[in-house]
């Protein structure tokens, strides 16, 4: 008997899919897809648009700051955070003669010592007429605090106590109503008072005294912090938020960016298991996984940092191990690039580099270069992440040479800066651990600089007494709320993020005051630029840039111009 076979035209089909789908997979995990425009983007810090308008005839911030021999530090850093954001400051003792107001947007004190004034009423009288004055550091009691603590607002002062904790009772920028930040390493040395009812208060620490409030007087304002944190140049967000409410109209340059790094990934993932898997199973099916639906949920960008190993250099590998070394390389690599994202390099290994030598650290660079190479083909390294030590920055000359295309640094330090043409920017929240005084440190960055960075570590979930799915919620979480709070942010690559420090440090921004509203004209422009924009009357109109609220009178301000105008209501 002769059986015949009839295959359905749909069965065809089927075959033709399978095979399209496992050629189109083949042609992903290959080098082909390296050579596409999107994964091998040059990303070329360009030179910033220079204004050849003549602006010294135009207006820019400027305040006078009042020191004494006993805060050189806090002086110090209250000129650097002005001067870094385009503001003039012109410093005097405390204790010599008169003090000149003409063309000063302000007072500032930095120093305890206000005994040596020599004349109060004349600062009263400043301050009555339409000036404003900013204590940014508890005084000393003293004759001098007897007669001006009614003024500032204070209905009853006694001596020094150690306050920990912040609390926003005022919103000052973003979405929430108030924030806490319960820590008891946020620290100040304060007056033990109370503030009277004309005071405006806006933080307080965690056992209720007030920290920072503004009071009328007159037609002018003073400004009051009850703290010591304001040496610390990476605590200035209260600092900034005074200056603000000392001046009517205020702007200055800021990055609007957050990035999201994964420090040392891809790595070589240790033997073990964790949680009946082994640490392999771990991290692709479970951890890598929810980071991937994390990221897209929230479009996060994220910029890996390349390790090659867990021990130290003592040779370099051989053909089969550097093969085994790239292996994670290429699977976890290529889908990030993918997602957006960018790799960076951590290095060799996790030791600081404080503890390796010139010569190895160049040797060290050039094998993670070479292992790159055989893993990404092409592809241009231009974010370093170096490991959590003292000095971040060691060695930056000569491992910028091993990778020439080198553009931002993300690390250990205070505040974003520019080092020879390359953006440091500082490390801040860490993505699994819900801490309060890293958010306060990710808050201050936020009101200085417009920048957030947020840190994860995967290879410390495959500890065997980490909660991963705990961890993995911590993170969630936390973008959920950055995302609410804060949702005109852009998420970046670090790389990506040069422009703006660029921007953020470099700009100066002048004013040109008409009875309706504001011209600025900016020295140079890095496009786009954003700035922060204080003011109390109503925004009504602009020209050549684009305004967000983002706070009770605080707006964010985007523009590829550099003159562009802001009208205001009454």
Known sequence: MNYSFKIEKSLYMMIALVAIIGFLFIIIRSD?????????????LSAPIENKEDLSGYKRSSFLLLEGDDQPELAKTLKNNLEKIGKNVTQQQI?????????????I???????????????????????????AIRPSPGTALS?????????????????????LTEPMIGQATSMSFESEDIRNSS?????GKQATVYAKSTDDLPLLWSTNYGEGMFVFFN???????????LFIKGIQLMVPEFIYPVINAKVTALEGFPFPVPNGQHEGMTNEEMLRNII???LQRVEAKYDLNYTASYVSAFDKLTKKPG????AKMQENTVLYGRELLRMGGEIGVQGYHHAPLTEVSKSDTREQMEITAEQLEGALPGYRVSTYIPVDQNEPLTHLPFIHEVFPELKAVLANVEQPSMNDGVAVLPKQLNGFVDDPSLKWEAFNGLLMSGFMSESLHLQSLLLEDEDIDRSLLQFETQQKELKNNFPWLRNQTISDVAKGVENHVNTVVYEEHTKNGITFHLNQIQEPAYFYFSSNRKVESTENCVVTTIGPNLYLVETNHLTFHIRLGE
């Open 147 to 167: 007669a001006l603590y009614q003024q500032v607002g204070i209905v009853e002062v006694g001596g020094f106590i150690e306050t920990t904790g912040i609390e």
């Open 227 to 237: 703290g010591t944190m304001f040496t610390d140049p990476s605590q200035g967000g």
């Open 109 to 135: 004190i930095a120093t305890e010592k206000i005994d040596e004034l020599k004349d109060i009423q004349a600062l009263l009288d400043y301050v009555k007429s339409g000036g404003s004055l900013f204590f």
């Open 32 to 44: 082909l897809i390296l050579s596409h425009g999107y994964m091998k983007e040059e990303k070329m």
């Open 191 to 195: 007056l033990a008072l109370r503030v």
């Open 288 to 290: 890598w996984a929810d």
């Open 95 to 107: 204790g010599e003669g008169s003090i000149v107001t003409d063309h000063t947007d302000g007072i």
């Open 319 to 322: 053909r089969d191990e550097l």
